[in-house]
Each structure stands twice: as structure tokens, then as C-alpha cells.
């Protein structure tokens, strides 16, 4: 059973940083798809940015230039480096992988519906203070 936790999010003031990490178990393999989303209070949760098993990157253009998503195979990790915080920036940041390989299924980007994402982390609090 896939497990996923995350770790490193906290309170910050505008224009901080922090990086987010998620350590993956019970799978030995590389996920197709990796991803972190972000669900603000009273809000939508939104897809902010994905790798592929060839880390190929898309991010949602709200945090285009700001952060960074990276993984780590060898240590079964995926991480988001948040630079230049925004207090539009709070949410719960959750991470999400998919091991999908199913011909004709969505793309690894920030448009994949969130049913084609196959195991959710628990979740990581994100506070960014004026």
C-alpha cells in the first residue's frame, strides 16, 4: 500500500521561503505522474504543479517562476521549493502520485482530473503572514 508523507510546511512572512518534501513507501517502482495540490480555506483544491516519470514540469501560472517541483528517485521523494511567498499562498499543500499506465489516459499535467490521481498524502499546513 502506497503511502505518502509530507513534511516542511510552517508560517512564514511575505516574501519567504520553504520547501516542502514527501517521502513515498510501499512502492518500489517510479510513479508516472507526481504532483502537489493546494486547498485554500473556503476555496476549490487546485493542482499547482506535476512532474512525469521523465520530469517533465507544469505548473499552474499562480505560482510560475515562484516554485519548484523536484523529485528524488532514489530516495522515493518529491519535493516543492516555494520561493517569493504570497499570503495568497496559505493553503493545505497535499502531495499526490499516480502509477498509472493505461492507454489513452490524461496527460501528467496540472489539468489531469483529480480522479486519475491514484494516492494523496495527508497534507501540509502553508501560512504565509503579511
Known amino acids: 500500500q502506497v503511502h505518502l508523507a509530507e513534511s516542511g510546511g510552517g508560517s512564514v512572512q511575505a516574501g519567504g521561503s520553504l520547501r516542502l518534501s514527501c517521502v513515498i513507501t510501499g512502492q518500489t517502482y517510479t510513479p508516472y505522474c507526481m504532483g502537489w495540490f493546494r486547498q485554500a480555506l473556503g476555496k476549490e483544491r487546485e493542482a499547482i504543479a506535476t512532474?512525469?516519470?521523465?520530469?517533465?514540469?507544469s505548473y499552474a501560472d499562480s505560482v510560475t517562476g515562484r516554485f519548484t517541483i523536484a523529485t528524488d528517485n532514489a530516495k522515493n521523494a518529491l519535493y516543492l521549493q516555494m520561493i517569493n511567498l504570497k499570503p495568497e499562498d496559505t493553503a493545505k499543500y497535499y502531495c499526490?502520485?499516480?502509477?498509472?499506465?493505461?492507454?489513452?489516459?490524461?496527460?501528467?499535467?496540472?489539468?489531469?482530473?483529480?480522479?486519475?490521481?491514484?494516492?494523496w498524502g495527508q497534507g501540509t499546513q502553508v501560512t504565509v503572514s503579511s
Open positions: 512532474i512525469d516519470h521523465n520530469s517533465i514540469t
Open positions: 499526490v502520485v499516480d502509477y498509472s499506465a493505461v492507454p489513452g489516459m490524461p496527460k501528467c499535467d496540472i489539468f489531469r482530473p483529480e480522479n486519475w490521481w491514484g494516492d
